[in-house]
């Protein structure tokens, strides 16, 4: 299902000005504006709203629109593994017993509670079935089910994946100074109303398909918040991991601002259409002729007089002179 992503009309200039606590922020890749929680996807090449991850196996983002239906699926795949795990190590469980009973009773010790009630597996196939389908189903609950407990905890603050990325950088920015701890996740609204936020207002329902509250641009904040999120420090911090450049520094930048690094580690100028239009009024001169005439460079053997030298009257002799000389 769709993820959902940036709509046409949305300009948090425009319309939402008086509303707005957070400066809009740019998309560089869609050249729009991007909503509050969103990310731009290099994959899908949209900004997704409220992004939460691109995920590989399903070939599609996880974000506000098909997010609870992304953990119900999680939580059906642990369920259906915990009970496949269980059926299967009853059935295990049987097995064993069933041997132990027989054994007692081979030995001449009748038991009379004798009691089968199952049907018992005796080919080393129907074995080994058996433990393969454990270990599949093992190896299923283990990765998607912790995947669930994460996804859960993740919904029980109301924050997406990305998120709570972000927040382990700022808690360490925090720790170093360079955030104020007052600055809050504005999003988080207690455990029940962020669940309520996921899957709907109306508890019992939580199981149904149905897509998150809200359109997806506008979230509900914690009133008693009031700084935006993430703090600009943190974006700072992104574009300047080492300190922001001092005035002359910016200006020493500025000027390599047409560089880049080649493949090879070279800085490669990129040209200015005004720079390219001179190079190619006046090029620079060559600094070594290159006198090196290819062997396959037929033209250039033959030069106007050789033509007519080139002729059927030409001696064999005279021809291998002229060819030597050349070479
Ligand atoms: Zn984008
Ligand atoms: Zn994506």
């Known amino acids: 299902m769709d993820p959902g992503s940036t709509p046409k009309n949305y300009d948090p200039v425009k319309k939402d000005a008086t509303k707005q606590k957070q400066k809009p922020r740019w998309c560089k890749d869609c050249l729009a504006y991007k909503p509050p929680r969103a990310h731009h996807c290099s994959v899908c090449n949209k900004c997704i709203l409220r992004m939460d991850h691109h995920c590989p196996w399903l070939n599609n983002c996880i974000g506000h629109k098909n997010h609870p ?49 199952y049907t018992p597996v005796f080919t080393d196939s129907q074995i080994f079935s058996l433990l393969f389908v454990v270990i599949v189903f093992f190896a299923l609950l ?42 809050r996740f504005p999003y988080d609204l207690g455990v029940y109303r962020n669940f309520q936020a996921m899957f709907g207002d109306n508890m019992p329902f939580w199981w149904f398909p149905k897509t998150s509250k809200g359109d997806g641009v506008h979230f509900e904040v914690d009133p008693e918040i ?70 396959t460079d037929y033209d250039s053997l033959y030069s106007e007089e050789e033509v007519e ?15 030597t000389k050349t070479e």
């Open 69 to 117: 239906h992304f953990i119900r699926f999680l939580g059906s795949v642990s369920f259906a593994s915990t009970y496949g795990v269980a059926l299967i190590c009853m059935r295990i469980w049987y097995v064993i017993s069933y041997q132990n009973q027989m054994n007692t009773y081979f030995r001449g010790q009748v038991d009379y509670k004798f009691n089968v009630h």
């Open 309 to 323: 030298e080139n002729s059927d009257e030409e001696s064999l002799m005279a021809r291998q002179r002229r060819i």
């Open 142 to 183: 283990f990765t998607v089910g912790i995947l669930t407990l994460w996804q859960l905890w993740y919904v029980s603050r109301n924050v997406s994946t990305i998120e709570s990325f972000e927040m382990n950088t700022i808690d360490d920015m925090k720790r170093r100074g360079q955030i104020p701890k007052e600055k």
């Open 226 to 295: 009031e700084n935006e999120w993430p703090p600009r420090e943190y974006y700072l911090y992104k574009k300047y991991p080492n300190g922001k450049p001092s005035k002359a520094d910016q200006a020493e930048l500025r000027r390599y601002k047409h560089h880049r690094r080649g493949s090879e580690g070279y800085l490669v100028k990129q040209l200015t259409p005004e720079e390219r239009e001179a190079l190619v009024n006046n090029p620079p001169k060559q600094a070594v002729e290159e006198e090196y005439i290819s062997s």
